[in-house]
């Protein structure tokens, strides 16, 4: 038996890899930002409402991180309200939506279970899980954090999926690529290269989290929140370093602070994932060679 699965943002980053590795069972209709602009009602439960998929894999989203501090109305456009729309929109066909989300909905500190820091100087140690609280720092995690509510409230039948420092073939279309491609660019280009050592987090390949996606789908998974990211924990710096590594690029990466890299947002200085819930993607060094070799 076959199900019909609805796409969105087919064509990004990770909607490429979902497309291509989609299991021969599935029916998988991809709809594209003119098709169907997530951040109109009407559009989106026109569209889902002829549809009527089995499932709703939301893959669009505004990913500019700095942008969004003043692209506020647009970041939640898209990522707040766009999430509802398709919440809506699967409740009222009898869909199930699986919503992407992000490892900034964390604000990196470490917190006790009476819902208090325990210390503002001190980042948190060990990844987060799906039953750490959320604080999100900056606008684009906000407005993220709110898709995440709506499509809890709004939707019986969902899945959450958080990634964190995703990478793969496509690039990211709102980001004009993705951080292996620019540091291998420009170490070929004779480019010096400075990295922040001090920002911590799980960098996770595309074709992973799509996979993780369909085995969410596939194996009937209880409804929920999940992490997806790949496993294990790195700074930028050290992601830098390995994927020069794994490239065979011998080009010096020079380590720097957050303070000596100022953005317009406010990043989490630690929001490595883990999960709790049986997903468990294989390392990011692995899977980095991979991609790597891929490319070759």
Known sequence: MSLKVALTGPTGQLGSDIRRSAPPEIELVTIARGEMDIGLQERVEAVITGLRPDFIINTAAYVRVD?????????????????????????????????????????????????????????????????DIANPLNTYG???????????????????????????????SGKGGNFVYTVLDRARRGEPLRVVDDIFMSPTYAADAAGAIWDLIMKVKPFGLYHAANGGVCSWYEFAVSILRHAGIGARVSPIS???Y???????????????????????????????????
């Open 258 to 260: 957050h303070t000596d």
């Open 142 to 172: 906000i407005s993220k954090y709110a898709g995440e509510l709506f499509v809890r409230n709004f939707s019986s039948r969902h899945y959450i999926v958080r990634l964190a420092g995703l990478y793969g073939r496509a690039g990211a």
């Open 67 to 131: 942008d969004a501090e003043d692209e506020a109305g647009e970041a939640f456009r898209v990522n707040a309200l766009g999430a509802r729309n398709l919440a809506l929109a699967a409740e009222k066909t009898g869909a199930a939506l699986i919503h992407i989300s992000t490892d900034y909905v964390f604000d990196g500190f470490d917190w006790d279970k009476n819902g208090k820091v325990k210390n503002k100087n001190k980042n948190k140690n060990v990844p987060y899980n799906e039953d």
């Open 262 to 296: 100022k953005t317009r947002a406010r990043r989490p200085l630690w929001s490595p994932l883990e999960s709790s819930r049986g997903v468990r993607p294989r390392h990011w060094e692995e899977a980095l060679g991979d991609f790597i070799a891929s490319l070759e």
